[in-house]
């Protein structure tokens, strides 16, 4: 197993999160636009997200990165691993994108290749799955071009709004 704090790519840096980031990820997750596609849709605070640190982060469970335009150097979001399990040789993706301006160029698919690219090579784990509203499209084609595949589930969750929530998986 090996931790890096830069991933490299074509297009993007993937930089390690530090508290420090608290005030951009914050703003970032809190944006009407990414809300609209998070399973859990409650505004999330400074201090919720140095508990996320805490006692996600620091104890391994939740791998994060700031994803970095290379060529402007401008942060626009945060990719991550969490629910990390070493035994299992599992995570579950997760990823936000908190500049609208940037949409649509390509760099969630980046973003993706890189940690999935890391999970395996650096962290041993050959098992990510992740959750997707039914209705974001766009985030499920990127998926399944990534490899990930919808697992059809007996039973249905579903959000406090009423959106079905799919469950897909890679390797």
């Given at each position: 197993?090996k931790?890096?704090?830069?991933?490299?790519?074509?297009?993007?840096n993937?930089r390690?999160?530090?508290?420090?980031?608290?005030?951009?990820?914050?703003?970032?997750?809190?944006?009407?636009?990414?809300?609209?596609?998070f399973?859990?849709?409650?505004?999330?605070?400074?201090?919720?997200?140095?508990?996320?640190?805490?006692?996600k982060?620091?104890?391994g469970?939740?791998?994060?990165?700031?994803?970095?335009?290379?060529?402007?150097?401008q942060?626009?979001?945060?990719?991550?691993?969490q629910?990390?399990d070493?035994?299992k040789?599992?995570?579950?993706y997760?990823?936000?994108?908190?500049?609208?301006?940037?949409?649509?160029?390509?760099y969630?698919?980046?973003?993706m290749?890189?940690?999935?690219?890391?999970?395996?090579d650096?962290?041993?784990?050959?098992t990510v799955?992740?959750?997707?509203?039914?209705?974001?499209?766009?985030?499920?084609?990127?998926?399944?071009?990534?490899?990930?595949?919808?697992?059809?589930?007996?039973?249905?969750s579903?959000?406090?709004?009423?959106?079905?929530?799919?469950?897909?998986?890679?390797?």
């Open positions: 197993m931790k890096i704090d830069l991933i490299e790519g074509k297009k993007l993937l390690r999160m530090t508290a420090s980031d608290t005030e951009s990820i914050v703003a970032w997750r809190n944006k009407p636009f990414v809300v609209e596609h399973i859990y849709k409650k505004p999330i605070t400074a201090d919720d997200h140095r508990k996320w640190i805490a006692e982060v620091e104890t469970l939740v791998e994060q990165f700031v994803i970095v335009v290379k060529e402007s150097g942060e626009i979001g945060s990719v991550y691993l629910k990390i070493y035994e040789h599992s995570a579950e997760g990823i936000f994108i908190g500049e609208e301006g940037v949409l649509g160029k390509g969630g698919s980046e973003a290749q890189l940690i999935l690219n890391y999970a395996e650096g962290l041993g784990i050959s799955d992740l959750r997707v509203l039914e209705d974001n499209g766009a985030a499920m084609h990127v998926y399944e071009k990534n490899g990930f595949k919808i697992v059809e589930e007996k039973e249905c579903y959000t406090e709004d009423g959106k079905k929530i799919i469950h897909m998986l890679r390797g």
